[in-house]
């Protein structure tokens, strides 16, 4: 499975970027697709996840990150290879690299996540 990320850049704060990432394939493996962020010196977290497995409970479909719950929106297509994020009223503490990730099961912690894209840099400026 093969994830490439395309949007980014930089951005003053209170602004809205989107970014989209592209599977090469869907498949069991693939039923989880989300997004996660790491900044310098910080951890890496989840920003936002889709969960596509037929038992999951609706209620916890999507997942957002706490910081980002309100501003962000993630959204996938029919075919679901594709995964978007739209980002609104960006804030500094929100520049980090943003890695797209697939994996059958959708965690919290990126640890246990399989494929990942190459990452693409966000910064917003005050």
């Known amino acids: 499975v093969e994830l490439a990320e395309s949007g980014g850049g930089s951005v003053q704060a209170g602004g809205s970027l989107r970014l989209s990432c592209t599977s090469s394939?869907?498949?069991?493996?693939?039923?989880?697709m989300g997004w996660f962020r790491q900044a310098p010196g910080k951890e890496r977290e989840l920003v936002a996840s889709?969960?596509?497995?037929?038992?999951?409970?609706?209620?916890?479909?999507?997942r957002y990150g706490r910081s980002v719950k309100g501003r962000f929106t993630v959204s996938q297509d029919k075919a679901k290879t594709t995964l978007v994020l739209q980002m609104n009223s960006l804030k500094p503490e929100d520049t980090a690299m943003y890695y797209c990730?697939?994996?059958?099961?959708?965690?919290?912690?990126?640890?246990?996540?399989?494929?990942w894209g190459t990452g693409t840099q966000i910064t917003v400026s005050s």
């Open positions: 990730a697939a994996n059958s099961i959708c965690y919290w912690d990126p640890k246990y996540w399989e494929y």
């Open positions: 394939e869907y498949t069991a493996n693939t039923d989880c």
């Open positions: 889709i969960d596509n497995d037929v038992g999951a409970h609706d209620y916890d479909r999507i």
